[in-house]
């Protein structure tokens, strides 16, 4: 059974960091796309950032040059690193991975609050 546990969130000043986790259990990651999506109040769930198993990573342009998504095989966990945080940067983060057959797994959700 697939399960994302994901950790780090909390009530943050602009301008400050977060570093969030997502630890992965019941299968092999190492060879899968994992993605970091978020929601706002109100909004829809949009993307915000994703690695291939391969490394390479994509972002939203929101967080561009701000967020750095990477991963550790060897612990089955996904990060994200959050600099120069923005009050529109608040929401329930979730990591999420898809699998071929199986369709795509999520997390239960990490709060991040970022005050003006």
């Known amino acids: 059974q697939v399960q994302l546990v994901e950790s780090g969130g909390g009530l943050v000043q602009a301008g400050g960091s977060l570093r969030l986790s997502c630890v992965a259990s019941g299968s092999r990651f190492s060879n899968k796309g994992m993605s970091w999506y978020r929601q706002a109040p109100g909004k829809q769930r949009e993307l915000v950032a994703a690695i291939t198993s391969g490394g390479s990573t994509n972002y939203a342009d929101s967080v561009k040059g701000r967020f750095t998504i990477s991963r550790d095989n060897a612990k089955n966990t996904l990060y994200l690193q959050m600099n120069n945080l923005k009050p529109e940067d608040t929401g329930v983060y979730s990591c999420?991975?898809?699998?071929?057959?199986?369709?795509?797994?999520w997390g239960q959700g990490t709060q991040v609050t970022v005050s003006s």
């Open positions: 999420a991975v898809s699998i071929y057959g199986q369709g795509t797994y």
